[in-house]
């Protein structure tokens, strides 16, 4: 997310941006600690708005954080790639060593089953603008996953019906975050609540 932190800084953000430990901790323990650890950072410079940019579970945790609390200053939102109706890969893979232990508990919540995080989180307010990768580069997941996807998560389990803005770029999973065009969008979106076309 660096690219993304220096962008806003440039332009005038004050950004919180920090590595949670997604391989120890569930997805309800690190969205209270980590989610409210940042609104803590930013409200402390009296903000008007506090807006979210995140990456595949950190829009998760955003979604899950914000079920059953306020942030009365909340500004947009912006998520890239999220597994918002879960990834197939997550279910594919969740039984195997390696797969736990790179994503640890948080991945085993992030499949398409009846156990799913994300399919449980009710619809929440903001104003919402998704990025959507199309190019994978992970054929062997691409194969499991249903339609267009960025090797990790399908176009169509990217999506909200509460979204404001939907955009589909020519990036994958693991590097959407770098891409210059979707680092513009994002620029775009914080301060005009939909993306540019």
């Not at 945790?61 to 597994?83: A, E, H, K, T, W």
């Not at 020519?170 to 891409?179: A, K, L, N, V, Y």
């Amino acid at each position: 997310m660096e690219e993304i932190e220096k962008t806003l800084s440039r332009n005038g953000y004050r950004v919180w941006s920090e590595t949670y430990p997604s391989t120890k901790e569930k997805i309800e323990t690190l969205a209270v600690s980590h989610i409210g650890t940042g609104l803590s950072y930013c409200n402390g410079f009296g903000p008007l708005k506090i807006h979210f940019v995140t990456h595949s579970l950190g829009g998760i945790l955003v979604r899950f954080y914000l079920q059953d609390r306020n942030v009365p200053n909340l500004g947009n939102i912006v998520m890239l790639s999220p597994p918002n109706k879960g990834s197939e890969a997550a279910d594919y893979l969740k039984d195997t060593f390696l797969y736990q232990i790179i994503t640890g508990p948080a991945g085993q919540q992030l499949g398409t089953g009846p156990d799913s995080i994300p399919k449980k989180i009710n619809a929440i307010e903001g104003t919402i603008g998704i990025i959507s990768g199309e190019k994978s580069y992970d054929p062997w997941f691409s194969v499991i996953i249903p339609g267009k996807d960025d090797g990790k998560v399908s176009v169509e389990s990217a999506k909200l019906d509460e979204m404001s803005d939907f955009l589909v770029v020519e990036s994958g999973h693991t590097f959407i975050m770098r891409d210059k065009s979707v680092i513009s969008q994002i620029l775009f979106f914080l301060e005009n609540g939909k993306f540019q076309r």
